[in-house]
């Protein structure tokens, strides 16, 4: 997990309300990412972001935003749109070129009631 | 697109014998493909990676995998199983044509080594 730290680590919220997840890296890495992990269905893609101000959708961008203003930081918010928010929450970084492997965080587990 | 297949959801193998954990993937260009395990509510760690050159490729803690262009294959396996091996193994594949998108991850697959 090391270079980059994601908080809290447990994270609890009503519905309704919207939460960010936070997601620091000092690694120098361009590019960063969201994956949503949910028993059984692996991890899916949320949103990415390859250069400072600018960052595209992935797979369930649905009811989730993001923003990068720093290189080192890419929040993550869960809105109250996302209809099943509770899951645990990776994010990662790698180098911008495609043979690198991504590194990840220790992950958030959100959970909404 | 680009998908991997983990075709088990579990593996269950004794301490001591060698152990495999399948993937296969689908990509339109040549692929790179890469290993990672997950332990119980940590991130993933990364075990290896395939870019291009020997078929064999060798990572951490004595795991390795081997690539196979025409199956469409890059298996890992270990020579002998630790109970300490117990936890998510997770396949990913980005294609090379599409530069430097997101890796697609398969569903991973929980080994459970037996003492």
């Known amino acids: 997990d090391g270079g980059i730290t994601q908080s809290p680590k447990y994270l609890f919220r009503k519905e309704g309300q919207n939460v960010t997840l936070s997601c620091e890296q000092n690694l120098n890495h361009d590019a960063m990412y969201w994956y949503r992990q949910d028993p059984g269905q692996g991890l899916r893609l949320i949103y990415y972001s390859q250069i400072v101000n600018d960052f595209q959708k992935g797979d369930i961008a649905e009811g989730y935003s993001v923003s990068r203003e720093k290189k080192e930081s890419f929040p993550l918010t869960v809105t109250s749109a996302q209809k099943n928010p509770t899951a645990f929450y990776l994010c990662?970084?790698?180098?911008?070129?495609?043979?690198?492997?991504?590194?990840f965080g220790p992950g958030t587990r959100l959970t909404v009631t | 697109a680009q998908s991997v297949a983990q075709p088990e959801d579990q593996v269950n193998v004794a301490e001591g014998n060698p152990l495999t954990v399948k993937c296969t993937y689908s990509v339109s260009g040549n692929p790179y493909l890469f290993w990672y395990v997950q332990y119980p509510n940590r991130g993933l760690q990364f075990l290896l990676k395939?870019?291009?050159?020997?078929?064999l490729v060798k990572g951490s803690y004595g795991f390795e995998a081997e690539f196979n262009k025409s199956q469409t294959s890059f298996h890992l396996k270990k020579p002998s199983a630790l109970v300490s091996d117990s936890a998510l193994y997770f396949c990913a594949v980005r294609d090379i044509v599409g530069g430097n998108t997101p890796l697609v991850f398969g569903k991973g697959t929980r080994l459970s080594v037996i003492a």
């Open positions: 395939y870019i291009t050159g020997d078929n």
């Open positions: 990662a970084s790698s180098i911008r070129t495609e043979v690198y492997e991504q590194y």
